[in-house]
């Protein structure tokens, strides 16, 4: 955002993100925005129109899609864009991320955006 403030794991490299839409929503493409460090997350489980999701349940659960994360430069930042497979994800009321790594095996997993 416009504050500078980063969104970072706390323990390892796991991250899980639940976010909430207002009415449903067609979604075409994520872009993740992350520091040009080995932070940024790579293997990403997309989860849909799931009330709750735990660690335990993305690991156990078939995700929408899966993706390995291709960085590119811009400036003092990284971004990545995840294209969906858009006839899946065409009335989503709330998208889970399960980021289960990180590019560099880093201890923590961290963004500083998510459009």
Not at 80 to 100: D, E, G, M, P, W
Request: aromatic fraction near 6%; hydrophobic fraction near 35%; proline fraction near 4%.
């Amino acid at each position: 955002g416009a504050g500078g403030g980063l969104l970072e794991s706390d323990t390892d490299e796991e991250l899980l993100l639940n976010i909430p839409f207002r009415q449903n929503v067609k979604v075409y493409s994520i872009e993740i925005t992350a520091p040009n460090d080995g932070r940024k997350p790579n293997h990403i489980k997309i989860f849909t129109n799931l009330p709750t999701m735990s660690f335990e349940d993305c690991e156990g659960r078939n995700a929408i899609q899966e993706v390995e994360c291709s960085w590119v430069p811009a400036g003092d930042v990284h971004k990545a864009t995840i294209l969906t497979r858009f006839v899946r994800f065409q009335a989503v009321t709330s998208i889970h991320l399960y980021i289960s790594s990180n590019t560099e095996d880093s201890a923590t997993t961290c963004i500083s955006r998510l459009t």
